[in-house]
């Protein structure tokens, strides 16, 4: 994979898909999983995620309904039911220090991603020379699917959750979330922002990819389009990735023992050494496949 690759990886893991770990053990081709055994009373169930797809690609099984309609809470990465998380998404992905974009960027280039606002998206770039460039990647994302109609599973299972009305909770916050790429310079974001709007053909071919991967539950090819050693953030690493999935078992262990909990959690976060599936299993927990044909 292309660096191009690794920033596109970095956008989906924002977006609540995550990125893979490196790991032999193969698993099978789904995205549900029971959680059981311990001190859990009742099971609780683990759902991989991807957030940015054409609606009509989107089908929520009736197994994934009835837990939804028979658990206690749906936790996400974050609390997509707070009012306020649009803005406090926003409000982190500001750049520290007043930095802005045209001040990064060289006139030109600083011009080449204005055009791709203006040419692509039909926006002013103007009100978002704070952000952070891998929030421009984001945008780069949503052009390369050839639909009228985007959503994601977290929607959809948001909007169920609403129906069915049960409680919503994060297992993180927003700011947190957004914090994490404060841990990539924002020079080399501002360098790989550059070079994607060079290679937007590679981008959609790769992000296509990766959705049908995930159409297919097939975690294991998910892992392997996802290696991210080969890029020399081996250090942001850890905190950006495996910290993160340690933190959410602490929270998952507080919650597995009192209530029947649907966990739905950007698809990548489960598999490989430092994934949710093997630190639950350390743990003392049964985490089983639920195949869905």
Not at 124 to 138: D, M, V
């Amino acid at each position: 994979m292309n660096r191009y690759g690794y920033l596109l990886l970095l956008t989906v893991n924002f977006l609540g898909f995550g990125i893979c770990y490196s790991q032999t053990e193969k698993v099978p081709n789904t995205l549900f999983w029971r959680i059981s055994g311990k001190d859990c009373k009742e099971a609780s169930y683990l759902y991989g995620t991807f957030h940015l797809m054409c609606k009509d690609d989107i089908l929520i099984s009736d197994s994934l309904k009835s837990v939804i309609r028979n658990c206690d809470e749906v936790y996400f990465e974050v609390d997509m039911d707070d009012p306020g998380v649009s803005m406090k998404l926003m409000n982190g992905m500001q750049m520290k220090d007043s930095l802005t974009l045209n001040k990064m960027l060289s006139p030109e280039d600083f011009s080449k991603v204005e055009k791709f606002f203006k040419d692509s998206l039909s926006t002013n770039i103007n009100p978002y020379l704070r952000f952070k460039p891998l929030f421009f990647a984001t945008l780069l994302v949503s052009k390369f699917l050839d639909c009228k109609i985007k959503s994601g599973i977290d929607q959809e299972i948001l909007k169920l959750t609403r129906k069915f009305k049960k409680p919503v909770n994060g297992l993180e916050t927003v700011e947190f979330q957004a914090s994490v790429f404060d841990m990539i310079p924002y020079e080399i974001q501002a360098e790989e922002l550059l070079k994607s709007l060079d290679s937007l053909e590679k981008g959609r071919a790769d992000f296509q990819k990766m959705v049908t991967a995930y159409k297919n539950q097939d975690l294991n090819l998910l892992q392997g389009m996802s290696d991210m050693e080969d890029f020399g953030f081996e250090k942001a690493k850890e905190f950006l990735l495996n910290q993160r999935n340690r933190n959410w078992v602490l929270r998952m262990k507080e919650i597995l023992p009192s209530k029947t909990s649907l966990f739905a959690i950007g698809a990548g976060h489960l598999t490989g050494t430092e994934g949710l599936i093997r630190l639950l299993r350390k743990e003392g927990y049964e985490v089983e496949p639920v195949l869905i044909f």
